[in-house]
């Protein structure tokens, strides 16, 4: 079974800085994707980034982008300029089976913006 | 707008009743899930169906039931089986085929509490 793991339970972060959270994943497929979704208050789960296992180019967003180190089984999130609107839970995401068997979360980060 | 909805926002539930959560999408997606959250931790997959009368047992399933009778609705039965159903409830569905078309996208919740 695929496990996903968020060693991060809190992170602060100054408004305007970078923040990297972390996020190791164990599978032994070759073909898989991998997500970062962002929770606000309002409890609703929010698409940051995705990652295909086969592109070897790490996805970016805007402020958002991923180190994807495939062998290390390692899928870490940078935010950039951090905002007072980035304060949420974030949970990394692990998808096998051509997505579409369901994912499996971590346990979640809690990112703190210090203003 | 396009979009997936959850009904009610909150439910309460005595012991021994069970209770129907809805979820109804409007996307033409083809696969949904159902997600359960609890405190501190992340998402884990309850049930997912990935076309119209056909669907199967995700990680914790005990207590729960589900139906596919309609490609737009996936509503989740939460059974005077399940020993501990207070939680919050996450529904999601994604187009599937490859690609972007496997990111789940999530609708905003239902909260269950047992009185």
């Known amino acids: 079974a695929q496990t996903v793991t968020q060693s991060q339970p809190e992170m602060s972060v100054q408004e305007a800085e970078t923040v990297t959270l972390s996020c190791t994943y164990d599978?032994?497929?070759?073909?898989?994707?991998l997500f970062w979704y962002k929770q606000p208050p309002s409890r609703q789960m929010i698409l940051v980034i995705r990652?295909?296992?086969?592109?070897?180019q790490n996805a970016t967003e805007n402020r958002f982008s991923v180190n994807f180190q495939k062998a290390a089984k390692s899928f870490s999130l940078k935010i950039s300029d951090s905002q007072l609107g980035d304060a949420a839970m974030y949970f990394c995401?692990?998808?096998?089976?051509?997505?579409?068997?369901?994912?499996?979360f971590g346990k979640g980060t809690h990112l703190i913006i210090q203003p | 707008d396009g979009g997936i909805t959850q009904s009610p926002k909150y439910l309460f539930r005595k012991e021994g009743q069970n209770v129907t959560l809805s979820c109804e999408q409007n996307?033409?997606?083809?696969?949904m899930y159902w997600y359960r959250q609890d405190p501190g931790q992340g998402l884990r997959l309850i049930y997912y169906?990935?076309?119209?009368?056909?669907?199967q047992k995700g990680d914790i399933a005990e207590g729960y039931s589900v139906s596919r009778e309609k490609k737009e609705s996936f509503p989740l039965t939460v059974t005077s089986a399940q020993k501990n159903p207070t939680a919050f409830y996450l529904c999601a569905s994604h187009l599937g085929g490859g690609g972007d078309a496997d990111t789940q996208y999530f609708g905003p919740g239902t909260r269950l509490t047992v009185l």
């Open positions: 996307l033409n997606h083809d696969a």
């Open positions: 169906s990935q076309i119209v009368n056909d669907f």
């Open positions: 995401a692990y998808s096998g089976g051509g997505g579409a068997d369901g994912l499996t």
């Open positions: 599978t032994s497929e070759s073909d898989y994707y």
């Open positions: 990652q295909e296992a086969y592109k070897q």
